[in-house]
């Protein structure tokens, strides 16, 4: 299959790449920069040049692809100056995925989150996020999903706070900058709140099966762990940094963690249990927990 890849030399998106190369596809990989495309080139596919914003170059590297797989989204840069307009872009960029698709039959595998749809509980496939909801990433949902009536067979896939793994820049490295800042790897209140899990090549196998086997208008979760207790995160920080593990009262959780502060205190176990059943994706690679232990989190 000829699969177009948006953000094909980001953290996730070099793993799907990788995924699909090993598992016989041709691969296009959407590229902004000359950096970009040099790895997009090294990892053994064709350079698409072109960004989210350039909307022509996304609608024709879709029309020339099998299927599509998109991993981009934009945050904070020179084109995108708030995250209304990130999420306003990802949307358009969807749109465009979706156009070139319509019609045809041809897959499309979107990326979303499981962590803002219902924090508390343990969130399924089945939950929709509301209109009012604050996940960054429900008008992608609802933007792609509009394509299963076109003719595209769209799958939304869904990951937690925490897809870790070598090349991880996310929340991981964001706590351990913050102990590493303040002299302690803390928790707010007794640590009880969970954040779920999955390994970046875990990821980009679903982000494969999706593209090859997800029904029209799946929502499919890539959580490997349903629920690791911020505490024990915070443990094994303090422990490879040789830094004190403390609790830190909810209400002053800004103090500590800044604007990691409501990532923090967020509560937001989610389940894979029907998407494991559906296309038989089982998680092969480290959790959490073990990935940090193994070291490299913190040889920078």
Sequence with gaps: MRVFVTGASGFIGSAVVRELLD???????????????????????????????????VRAGAAAADGAIHTAFNNISETTTSIADAIEANV??????GEALAGSGRPL???????????????????VPDAGSFNA????EAAA??????????SVVRFPLTVHGDGDHGFIPALIGIARDTGASAYPGDGSNRWSAVHRLDAARLFRLALEEAPAGT????????????????????????LPVTAIPREKAEGH???????????????SALTQKLLGWQPEHPGLIADLDEGRYFTT
């Excluded at 959407?30 to 909307?55: I, K």
């Excluded at 963690?257 to 389940?271: I, R």
């Design 23 to 57: 598992a016989g596809h041709q691969v296009t990989g959407l590229a902004r920069s000359e950096s970009a495309a040099a790895a997009v080139t090294a990892a053994g596919a064709t350079v698409h040049r072109g960004s989210m914003e350039d909307l022509a170059s």
């Design 92 to 97: 358009h960029a969807i749109e465009a995925l």
């Design 109 to 127: 595998a979107v990326t979303s989150g499981t962590a803002l749809i219902s924090p508390g509980r343990v969130v399924t496939e089945l939950d």
């Design 137 to 140: 990433l429900a008008p992608a």
């Design 145 to 154: 999903l509009s394509f299963t009536e076109r003719g595209v067979r769209v």
């Design 219 to 242: 929502r499919l979760h890539g959580v490997a762990e349903e629920a690791v207790p911020f505490r024990d995160i915070a443990a094994v920080i303090g422990r490879h940094l040789s």
């Design 257 to 271: 963690f800044t604007w990691m502060a409501p990532f923090a205190l967020l509560d937001s176990p989610a389940s």
